[in-house]
Structures are given as structure tokens and as C-alpha cells.
């Protein structure tokens, strides 16, 4: 009986410092990536947050990619600005442009967030290929000269299901 009541002590203790341990381990999944020609950092919360490198004709831009079949993307994108000119701003050109360009354009939510670097959300959806598509952009005030988009674009329930971490992303992004 003493050896059955030792035994079942050390398991429920085992599983204790296996379930304190269990946050830390999530947290070690954690990892940064510095973009040097855009001059950014940021922090992708899981390893299903694969980089991938695009060529183009000017420069390799760099993009990331979270699931595997029909993937949410992120892109990032620094924008030149005059000054005075606010992520609120770019979100209104944006939603014109997208109104009319867009089939199924519907627009969600323009809100103010906050992160490292501070600006506005702006979600939406439309239809391609037959398909919807959702797309989450953060722009983001680094400067009174640049303004970054934040990107996410990918079927909604997905993009739905990761808001935490797009969130997340979001935050994290500094500039270098």
C-alpha cells in the first residue's frame, strides 16, 4: 500500500512539472526574423510559420507561410509616405480602391491598434477564383516618412482561427 501511494505521488508530481514546463516549451517555439533590406524584426509565434523567399526582378522579397494546403500568407511591405500622412489615411485609399477593384469586396473592421509600432487594422473579404478570401492588413506608423503593411491574406476560417497570432505578429514588429 505505502509503495502503491509513493507510486501515485510521484506520478501526479511528474505530471505537475510536466504541465508548468508546458508553457515555457510552447514559448521556446517562438522565433524572431530581421529583415535587413526593409530594416524590420519580428517574432513568428509557432515553427508552422515557414519563410519563404520570393525572387522578383528587382530584389527577393520575403514572405511567410502558415499550414500547408491552402496556406495563410504574410507579406510585408514598407511604404513610402508624405509626411503627415497617416495608417488611417492609407486604409481610406485602400478601401476606395478595393471597392471597386475587388469582386465580393466586403469590408469588416477598421480599428486603431496598438503594438510596437502603433497604426490601424483593417480587414476584408472578396471573392477569387470562386473562392473567398480574407485579408487582415496592419499599417504600421514607423516614421513620418514610412509606413509598413502588415499582410495576411487566406480563407477566412483560417485567417479566423490564427487572429491570436497575426496579433501576435503584429506586436511584435520593430524597427532594426
Not at 12 to 34: D, E, F, M, N, V
Request: hydrophobic letters at 35%; aromatic letters at 12%.
Amino acid at each position: 500500500m505505502t509503495y502503491s501511494l509513493s507510486l501515485r505521488l510521484l506520478t501526479i508530481s511528474l505530471i505537475l512539472i510536466s504541465l508548468a514546463l508546458l508553457p515555457s516549451a510552447a514559448q521556446g517555439q517562438q522565433r524572431s526574423y530581421t529583415n535587413r533590406s526593409l530594416d524590420y524584426v519580428l517574432d513568428l509565434p509557432s515553427t508552422n510559420w515557414r519563410v519563404i523567399k520570393v525572387p522578383g526582378v528587382a530584389h527577393t522579397s520575403t514572405e511567410f507561410r502558415y499550414g500547408q494546403k491552402s496556406p495563410v500568407q504574410l507579406r510585408i511591405r514598407r511604404e513610402f509616405v508624405d509626411d503627415g500622412v497617416s495608417p488611417a489615411d492609407l486604409v481610406q485609399r485602400k478601401q476606395r480602391f478595393d471597392r471597386v477593384s475587388l469582386r465580393g469586396y466586403v469590408k469588416s473592421k477598421v480599428e486603431p491598434f496598438e503594438g510596437r509600432l502603433s497604426g490601424t487594422k483593417y480587414a476584408y473579404e472578396y471573392v477569387t477564383a470562386g473562392k473567398p478570401t480574407a485579408v487582415l492588413n496592419y499599417y504600421l506608423h514607423a516614421n513620418n516618412r514610412f509606413i509598413y503593411r502588415v499582410e495576411f491574406v487566406g480563407p477566412p476560417n483560417k485567417l479566423q482561427a490564427i487572429a491570436e497570432q497575426t496579433d501576435f505578429i503584429a506586436r511584435s514588429f520593430r524597427m532594426k
